[in-house]
Structures are given as structure tokens and as C-alpha cells.
């Protein structure tokens, strides 16, 4: 599996992976989910913190807008089960977006100019 697709299925799956200050991947969401996926983080590890540095799925580096879309139940949030666009200037890669909104599912929808 790649690293972009275990970022992906993951997701899916409710777990959201992002880069911590440090540089180490940071797994948030419901704990089996996290356990479930933690071999294939390990073993995956430097791609997976290459994909998160650039985006999942071969995304822009780069972006302004980003739909947040966050699971029901997402504990002690006031935007559980809620969706919607944000637009952030400056340009922020969705590692950095991901440390705004853990575990949300976060989506570029406006490609930053080239």
C-alpha cells in the first residue's frame, strides 16, 4: 500500500494523520481505529511523512481554501458531524491545516498558483 492511500483509507476509516512540530506522525481518532492502522504507519513511515509534508494523494503543497468535513460524535467539539469550506491566507500545506482541525477530514478544493 502506499503512503498515499493508507492516508486515505485511514481517513476513511476515521483516523487523521499529521505531522507534529517535531516531524513524527500524530494518529488521532477512535482507538481501535488508531491501533488498527498503526503497522502500516510504522512500516510506511518516511513516505508517510513525505506525503504529509506535500499533501495526501499527490495534492498541491499548497493551498487557501480546504473543505473540513468532521465525523459525528467527534468528542468534546463543537463541529462534530458538521462540513464546510475555509479559506486561509497565508498558503498553508494540510499538515498545517490538519493541526488546525484534528481529526477532520481535510480536502484542498483551490489549488495554490504555480
Known sequence: MTPAAILKK?????????????GTIKATGDGAAVSRWLPAIREHKAGIVEALKVGAGGTAAT??????TYPENHPGDRFSGRVFECYIVPLQTLAEVQTIHPGAKIEPIAEAAE
Open 63 to 68: 493551498s487557501w481554501g480546504w473543505r473540513v
Open 10 to 22: 485511514a481517513m476513511a476509516d476515521g483516523v487523521s494523520l499529521a505531522l507534529s512540530p517535531t
